[in-house]
């Protein structure tokens, strides 16, 4: 519905208007648009048209799930206030529509469902596509329509305002001058140097430094820990398999393959729900199937499209079917499919696939050569998960048994490693991982001096640990931070003399003393800028808004200021000129811009007063709304 509404919008106040039409269709459902909800008393009156209970916590709950809170960290008082407002005006808009006898033409919707993407198959209309997708939204063809009517009521409603707007020449030119105004200034630049550097910081001064500022030399608490990792990568290189196992299992496949009328299947996913809509789903589909056909390997289009990341690692592989494993759509597409034969989307409840029949019964089995790889990689794979189900449980046992690593070494062939020191915010590698941190520092591990837990870093691997050494907090000793207190005290002096220099130079130019000698002395000089605007990329933006934040005292006077820059350098400027500027000095494209911009803001402003005038004059009654004014 939402692309609708955006083929249906044009200007810049239709899109103020948007949220309001999206939410007539969340707040008041699929069958209240034909018939109202019934089923809950009033609880609010608009003009004579009753607000229920169940619209209120609909849109209450719709008002939670945009702003991602919950009930128990917000107000349900306040909540609801704000919802039923919203209700307020999109029943008022809806009211407005129609009452000012705006009609859509029938042919002016049937235009907007053929154009709409989510009913088409490859860029064209599908009659039977558009119906499934609106009943898989909760809609009727008919509901669907009525709702359709009343979005493009609401945004022929929102474009009368921002088609009527309009900007005069003499607001256009008053706009133009501020905002294409310049300025010409020069200024002086005084960075951080060596003026201090003949200046001794003395011994006094690092102590007095160091005892006021104990705190940003402390050095954080600290533990390394003893530990042993279960790691699947090294079982795997434990595992070897005779080729006697594997062909064993190809004839055990084989035996139950021939004798069976089972088909195997690979597929393609885009499931609906979470991240997708059926209809993007189904163009998602879509796009893979012209990838297919175009001659893309089925197993990459699924590593790089499917959703169902566990089949796409294996070619999108889903297994075997006698005719009743998979859901009715895909036993359906597969009865008719050819041995390698690739299907359009098909729907279940899953969401949309794209199927191809990989093997059949009816065919000759594959050979040994063909499918020995495979099998050993399932074979292999199952080995690895149950000798890690079966580690992973006795490394939780002997974790818990044990005192030590020591013996969990011995019982399970696991060497016992050492961390580097690290704090509460981690280290590098598997000791950045916030589990195992907060193991590492829990009173059970770090006081009680006991194992912990299995931590599970990820699928793959396991860790458990004990306390090797725990060093508190500590105060650097001063020898250590002597040179880092010198710095700081030798940029403080610094900042400070630049500072001065500052000072020392506007007081000149408030005496009209000559500063020349001052600016050689100190390796100054003016840099000058003319005709420089607001958005000038080759002037400091710190400078920039201090120039532009200044006003001249009277003409041919150049006024003076000051500021520090985030690096430190201090700046005196020097305005000499404001440049009044012009529609004519603009680009075309900055000049439309300009125009677009006037008449939203006018539109909107228009909008909101039409907004206000439809709440003071309607007849609004609500007790909820009494505590807490519109």
Same mark, same amino acid.
């Given at each position: ?65 945009? *702003? ?13 206030? *704000? ?151 090294? *079982? ?138 495979? *099998? ?255």
């Amino acid at each position: 519905m939402l692309q609708d509404i955006r083929d249906n919008s044009q200007g810049v106040v239709a899109k103020v208007i948007i949220g309001f039409i999206v939410a007539i269709f969340a707040l008041f459902g699929v069958d209240s648009i034909m018939s109202g909800f019934t089923t809950s008393p009033p609880i609010a009156e608009i003009n004579g048209e009753e607000i229920t209970e169940a619209q209120l916590q609909l849109s209450t709950q719709n008002l939670l799930n945009s *702003i991602g809170g919950s009930v128990d960290s917000l107000d349900q008082g306040l909540l609801e206030q *704000i919802a039923l407002s919203q209700i307020v005006e999109e029943v008022l808009l809806r009211q407005s529509a129609q009452n000012s006898a705006m009609t859509i033409s029938n042919n002016r919707i049937d235009r907007s469902i053929i154009e709409n993407p989510q009913f088409q198959i490859n860029g064209t209309f599908d009659s039977d596509f558009a119906i499934r997708t609106m009943a898989s939204q909760g809609f009727s063809v008919p509901l669907y329509r009525e709702t359709l009517k009343q979005q493009m009521l609401l945004s022929q409603l929102a474009n009368a305002y921002s088609s009527s707007a309009f900007v005069t020449d003499v607001e256009l030119e008053r706009i133009a001058g501020l905002s294409a105004q310049t300025r010409d200034f020069r200024y002086l630049s005084i960075p951080l140097g060596t003026r201090t550097l003949g200046t001794a910081i003395t011994d006094a001064e690092i102590q007095a430094y160091y005892d006021d500022n104990q705190e940003n030399f402390t050095q954080p608490e600290t533990v390394s820990v003893r530990y042993v990792m279960l790691d699947k990568n090294a *079982i795997t290189e434990e595992i070897e398999l005779d080729e006697a196992l594997i062909r064993a299992q190809y004839e055990t496949e084989r035996e139950a393959f021939e004798g069976s009328a089972e088909k195997r299947a690979s597929h393609i996913l885009f499931e609906v729900g979470g991240d997708f809509t059926e209809a993007q789903a189904l163009e998602l589909a879509a796009t893979a199937k012209q990838r297919l056909d175009a001659g893309e390997d089925f197993g990459a289009v699924a590593l790089d499209m499917s959703t169902d990341t566990i089949s796409a690692e294996d070619g999108g592989d889903i297994g075997y079917t006698d005719g009743s494993a998979f859901p009715e759509a895909i036993e359906e597409a597969l009865e008719v499919l050819a041995l390698n034969e690739i299907s359009g989307p098909v729907v279940t409840e899953f969401g949309v696939h794209i199927v191809m029949l990989t093997e059949d019964s009816e065919n000759v089995f594959q050979s040994y050569e063909e499918v020995a790889e495979r *099998i050993e990689r399932e074979l292999k794979s199952s080995e690895i998960e149950l000798i890690y189900a079966e580690r992973l449980e006795d490394l939780s046992n002997l974790a818990f048994e044990t005192g030590d690593l020591q013996t969990i070494s011995e019982e399970l062939d696991m060497n016992v490693l050492i961390s580097g020191a690290f704090g509460r915010t981690g280290g590098t590698g598997i000791f950045s991982n916030q589990a195992l941190i907060a193991a590492a520092f829990s009173e059970e591990v770090l006081l009680e001096g006991n194992n912990s837990e299995v931590i599970e870093l990820n699928p793959s691997q396991a860790v458990v640990m004990n306390v090797l050494e725990f060093t508190e907090a500590t105060i650097l000793p001063l020898e250590e931070v002597e040179p880092e207190i010198a710095v700081i005290l030798r940029t403080e002096m610094e900042r400070q003399a630049v500072q001065d220099l500052s000072d020392q130079i506007l007081t000149a130019i408030e005496n009209s003393d000559s500063i020349e000698q001052l600016l050689a002395d100190n390796e100054l000089e003016w840099l000058t800028e003319q005709g420089s605007a607001r958005v000038d990329a080759s002037v400091n933006r710190e400078i920039l808004s201090r120039v532009f934040a200044m006003s001249l005292p009277e003409a041919d006077t150049p006024a003076y200021g000051n500021l520090v820059l985030s690096n430190d350098t201090a700046v005196i400027v020097e305005l000499n000129s404001i440049n009044t500027g012009s529609i004519e000095t603009l680009a075309q494209i900055d000049r439309e811009n300009m125009v677009s911009s006037m008449i939203s803001d006018l539109g909107n402003s228009d909008f909101q007063a039409y907004m206000s005038n439809l709440q003071q004059s309607a007849d609004i009654e609500s007790s909820i709304l009494d505590e807490a004014p519109l």
